[in-house]
């Protein structure tokens, strides 16, 4: 691989762009493609070019064939992220954990007393209400938002955002009680039920959590099983 | 420090940039159970220090040799492991698995 090629691939992945090093198995010949390229020629009449457009979709490395033969895809999808209003208990939990799994994490609270640097080392912290933040760092299709301050004054503003962004994964914390109540203020604002259907509440998935850890062990796991939802029915589909 | 598949790629160029030798170890292909997802990274240098994982530990020290000789000799090479040839003793997956890997050098 070329260096260049290196810094190419890096430099996408920085600005959060998808990118395909396209490696021609027989000779090791590589090219290069950034995903807003793949409607544009020569890559739109390409013979691999629904293979590109399915490895982007996907976020699936892999081999594709065409009669002239045998390449193998390695797709670079951005780092994802999660989005956090509330620095809460459970955010102090959720945080780290999510950093190991491979999330690059932002805690978003207006609330000074919360988001301090003392409760949240080695956080990307915000002290700012989420519409100052969230329009900045760009909720997309490979970022996660999570609702946790219990004070609707800044958890609706941010998920406001969240339901008209692409985000893969949004959730929100919240007894039923509580999220019946949300869901009439998210009608009242304007939002359709296919909408608010995209938040998971209550959140996480039901592995019977009690303490603030466990909450955040069962959130961290729904919005990986979010991330990995159509590798997860590709599997299902083969094995039927 | 827990190197994962989202910046070992970005570890890879810092390491040419430092002028070392660098190899790329990528899993191309999977059948059966295998450890770890196609599109996986290894990351070698000419001193045979390695980040990330093809195999989740079974076969990364085969893996480290071939790259040093991918380095010395530049053109790339493809592999393949598995529990079915006589060699599994020595660089097998015991999952039962096979994975193909693709090394090449950075240059």
């Known amino acids: 691989m070329k260096l260049s090629l290196l810094n190419a691939l890096n430099d996408e992945r920085a600005a959060r762009r998808a990118a395909i090093i396209i490696t021609d198995v027989a000779t090791g010949a590589q090219r290069f493609l950034r995903e807003q390229e793949l409607v544009q020629e020569p890559w739109a009449s390409d013979p691999l070019s629904q293979a590109l457009a399915d490895a982007f ?66 956080v990307d912290l915000r002290p700012e209400w989420p519409d100052a933040v969230i329009p900045s760092l760009g909720l997309d299709r490979y970022s996660a938002f999570v609702a946790l301050t219990h004070d609707p004054k800044i958890d609706d503003v941010a998920l406001d955002l969240a339901l008209k962004s692409d985000a893969f994964y949004i959730g929100a914390l919240g007894s039923r009680k509580t999220h019946a109540r949300r869901v009439e203020r998210l009608r009242a604002a304007g939002f359709d039920d296919a909408a ?32 990995r939802a159509e590798r997860m029915a590709q599997r299902a589909a083969k094995a039927a | 420090m827990i190197v994962t598949e989202d910046n070992i790629l970005a570890e890879a160029e810092r390491w040419a940039r430092e002028g070392r030798k660098v190899a790329i170890a990528t899993v191309v292909e999977t059948w059966g159970s295998a450890p770890r997802p196609v599109g996986s990274h ?15 530990g079974c076969v990364e020290g085969a893996v480290v040799t ?30 039962g698995g096979r994975i193909r890997v693709y090394v090449e050098k950075v240059d």
Do not use: Y
């Open chain 1, 57 to 122: 979709r996907t976020g699936k490395s892999g081999m594709a064939e065409t009669p002239a033969g045998q390449w193998f895809l390695t797709v670079s999808a951005p780092p994802v992220r999660m989005i956090v209003t509330g620095a809460v208990h459970i955010s102090q939990a959720l945080a780290p954990m999510a950093a190991i799994a491979g999330f690059d994490v932002t805690i978003i609270d207006p609330r000074t007393a919360f988001a301090s640097p003392e409760r949240f080392p080695d």
């Open chain 1, 196 to 227: 608010i259907a995209r938040i998971r509440a209550p959140i996480g998935l039901n592995i019977g959590a009690v303490s603030p850890a466990e909450i955040a062990v069962s959130i961290l796991a729904e919005a990986v099983s979010a991330l």
């Open chain 2, 42 to 56: 290894l990351v070698i240098d000419g001193e045979g220090n390695f980040l990330g994982s093809v195999s989740g």
């Open chain 2, 66 to 95: 071939e790259a040093l000789d991918v380095i010395a000799a530049g053109a790339p090479k493809m592999l393949e492991f598995g529990v079915a040839d006589e060699t599994a003793w020595r660089a097998g997956l015991s999952c």
